[in-house]
């Protein structure tokens, strides 16, 4: 059996970029989907915690990039033994 080049690989590697994949998208679509989320309850009346208050919505969206960027750098890290 060969070294491995990466420290997370196999089907555990797998599924982390499938996990980094869902998160990336999850951020590409954030913005759009906070705004209809505000369209609709203008349209049908929202309640004291929805829609999300922009402030919360940046928090999230900022919490999303930066657990990107750790999951990025996890992928690049090399196998030691």
Same mark, same amino acid.
């Given at each position: 059996m060969s070294n491995p080049q990466f420290k997370i690989h196999g089907k555990e590697r797998r599924q982390f970029k499938?996990?980094?994949a869902?998160?990336?998208s999850f951020i @590409? %679509?954030?913005?759009? =989907?906070?705004?209809m989320d505000k369209d609709?309850?203008?349209?049908f009346g929202g309640t004291n915690d929805?829609?999300?208050?922009?402030? @919360? %919505?940046?928090?999230m =969206?900022?919490?999303g990039?930066?657990?990107?960027k750790e999951m990025?750098?996890?992928?690049?890290?090399?196998?030691?033994?």
């Open positions: 499938k996990d980094l869902s998160l990336r @590409k %679509t954030f913005w759009f =989907y906070h705004q609709m309850a203008e349209i929805y829609p999300m208050s922009d402030d @919360k %919505t940046q928090i =969206y900022d919490d990039l930066n657990k990107i990025e750098a996890e992928l690049i890290k090399p196998y030691s033994q």
